[in-house]
């Protein structure tokens, strides 16, 4: 329900790891591997291809932090 709110109001929705990419581009993440990987363990769903996409983007994409 927030995301089709923000949809109607113009505000930007990002997910949670739009905001991890974020932190590392802003430089309070040094890498967003580790941090994906124990969102991870803790439970959040993340598919194989958008893992990889978001490491790539990360700058990360030979999986190493």
């Known amino acids: 329900e927030a ?4 949809g109607e109001r113009g ?6 790891l739009g905001v ?5 581009q802003r ?17 959040m769903f993340v598919s194989t291809a958008l893992r990889a996409r978001v490491l790539l983007l990360a700058g990360e994409a ?3 932090s």
């Open 3 to 6: 995301r089709a709110v923000a």
């Open 11 to 16: 505000i930007p929705v990002i997910g949670s």
């Open 20 to 24: 991890l990419l974020a932190a590392k």
């Open 27 to 43: 430089g309070h993440l040094a890498a967003v591997g580790p941090v994906l990987d124990r969102m991870v363990e803790l439970g």
């Open 62 to 64: 030979d999986g190493g």
